[in-house]
């Protein structure tokens, strides 16, 4: 299993600026994933971050509205840039252990 | 690419009565099929989940699944649930092996009434 702390656990926003959320896993792994969860419904993955190289990021997502950063085996921030109101959701981060997710606490965003 | 689908988006039952959450994957030839847990502004948790082997799979807190291939389902079962049930529950499926992309269902809010 993995454990991941994830921070912050949520932040209200305003339009235009950027929150970058942070998730620390107790253990090296080799890929850390990001979901969004928007208001009543299911998970959707942004981006799958490998360390030491560029994340690659599902359709409908962009490196520069979602800039991913992956320093080491256990660190990994998602940044929220030029935030509008259709951004407030839940971000989770995970990684992959033995072929289950783990996931954080997940960051609860709103943008006014 | 898999898909899952969740048939019920709310589900309530009285509590200490049994519940069935359902679940169908598009069909392949092998596949990873899970079940996680979200309690109200939490991460998800993994409930449990078939990898190979056994068709019943037994998970935390007395829930099980059935993985059945012919019908292309994994439905949820707990026999007798309690409050502490009440969250959503997300079905999950991808194909075997390493690091391979986890896709989610819709979920289904399972509302314990006392």
């Known amino acids: 299993s993995a454990v991941i702390s994830q921070k912050p656990s949520r932040d209200i926003c305003q339009r235009g600026t950027s929150l970058t959320i942070q998730c620390q896993v107790d253990?090296?792994?080799?890929?850390m994933f990001w979901y969004r969860q928007q208001p009543g419904q299911s998970l959707t993955l942004i981006a799958t971050?490998?360390?030491?190289?560029?994340?690659?990021?599902e359709s409908g997502f962009v490196i520069d509205k979602f800039p991913i950063s992956r320093p080491n085996l256990t660190f990994s921030t998602l940044t929220v840039s030029n935030m509008s109101p259709e951004d407030s959701s839940i971000y989770l981060c995970?990684?992959?252990?033995?072929?289950?997710?783990?996931f954080g606490s997940g960051t609860q965003l709103s943008v006014l | 690419a898999q898909s899952v689908t969740q048939l019920d988006s709310q589900v309530p039952v009285f509590e200490e009565a049994p519940v069935e959450l359902r679940c169908n994957y598009s069909?392949?030839?092998?596949?990873?099929l899970f079940w996680y847990v979200q309690y109200p502004n939490q991460g998800l948790q993994l409930l449990l989940k078939?990898?190979?082997?056994?068709?019943l799979v037994k998970g935390i807190n007395g829930f099980e699944a059935e993985f059945n291939k012919s019908q292309t389902s994994f439905h949820l079962r707990k026999p007798s649930v309690h409050i502490s049930d009440t969250a959503e529950y997300f079905c999950?499926?991808?194909?075997?092996?390493?690091?391979?992309?986890?896709?989610f269902g819709t979920g289904t809010k399972l509302q314990v009434i006392p």
């Open positions: 069909s392949s030839v092998s596949v990873y």
């Open positions: 999950a499926v991808s194909d075997p092996g390493g690091y391979q992309k986890v896709t």
């Open positions: 078939y990898l190979s082997g056994s068709t």
């Open positions: 253990s090296q792994v080799t890929m």
């Open positions: 995970s990684t992959q252990v033995g072929g289950s997710l783990f």
């Open positions: 971050a490998n360390q030491g190289s560029e994340a690659t990021y």
